[in-house]
């Protein structure tokens, strides 16, 4: 197979810290902004016929950069991988990730504006707001911002709908940093569980993940080495779901 990889990266500075907290937190970690537009050209497989081109966006936060696994490790670079796999025809595949670590939906949408990305992707991601819990942030600004977030991810995704995928948020309280805390639980609950009614609503895909991470004190192999984010396994696990999402859509091209 002939491979062609050519990153292009923009170093964009955030500062997002909450000074209170231990050194391995959400906002303490420094923060890893990574923009990459990768380009792979690949040879033609005997699998389903799916697009010439794919372009994907994945939009988010430590979850989507991937915080202490390795850059080709986080979901983002396995749903590409797999996607290759499992479509034919596909002669260049472009991702794009625009996400650090420690960003609220907030700083999402000002780095988006910032960014400002083309409007022609085939496939948007969006997993978002665990940054908001964590800084103890109002509810409400989840419910304004969310739906906003979704809103410019289908105008990314060529201003379909059916090309944007919703993730749920990871639960760190199954996590040596998180020490099994429920009220952690309780309070990522009440974001996805909103999440997921306003995709059901708007008929939006929604991905649930948070399961696979609600096993990650009796399994550490799904908690990467900072004790706190998911590890490649658990992004892995988390391909195996989204990926059938990810396909289906692209058949729509």
């Not at 380009?39 to 799916?50: M, R």
């Not at 085939?122 to 942030?137: E, F, K, W």
């Not at 109002?138 to 060529?158: C, G, M």
Request: aromatic content about 8%; some cysteine; overall charge negative.
């Amino acid at each position: 197979m002939k491979l062609q990889v050519y990153f292009l990266t923009f170093l964009i500075t955030t500062c997002l810290s909450c000074s209170s907290e231990p050194v391995n937190s959400q906002e303490q970690t420094p923060p890893k902004v990574l923009t990459p537009v990768e380009t792979t050209e690949v040879e033609e497989t005997n699998n389903p016929v799916g697009p010439e081109t794919i372009k994907y966006l994945a939009l988010g936060d430590s979850y989507t950069i991937g915080q202490s696994v390795c850059e080709t490790c986080r979901y983002p670079e396995i749903l590409k991988r797999e996607i290759l796999k499992n479509l034919d025809s596909v002669s260049t595949f472009e991702l794009s990730v625009i996400a650090t670590t420690g960003w609220t939906t907030n700083n999402l949408i000002n780095a988006i504006a910032n960014q400002n990305p083309k409007t022609d992707f085939d496939v948007v991601s969006l997993l978002i707001g665990v940054n908001n819990q964590y800084q103890n942030m109002a509810f409400s600004v989840y419910e304004s911002e969310f739906p906003k977030l979704v809103n410019t991810a289908i105008a990314k995704a060529k201003g379909n709908k059916e090309h944007v995928i919703v993730i749920s948020i990871p639960d760190y309280a199954y996590t040596p940093f998180g020490r099994g805390n429920t009220n952690i639980s309780a309070s990522l609950d009440r974001y996805n569980t909103f999440a997921k009614n306003y995709c059901d609503s708007n008929n939006i895909s929604y991905v649930n993940i948070t399961d696979i991470t609600r096993q990650g004190l009796e399994n550490p192999n799904l908690v990467a080495n900072d004790g706190l984010h998911p590890s490649e396994l658990a992004y892995s696990m988390f391909v195996e779901r989204l990926l059938p999402v990810a396909i289906e859509k692209l058949k729509l091209e």
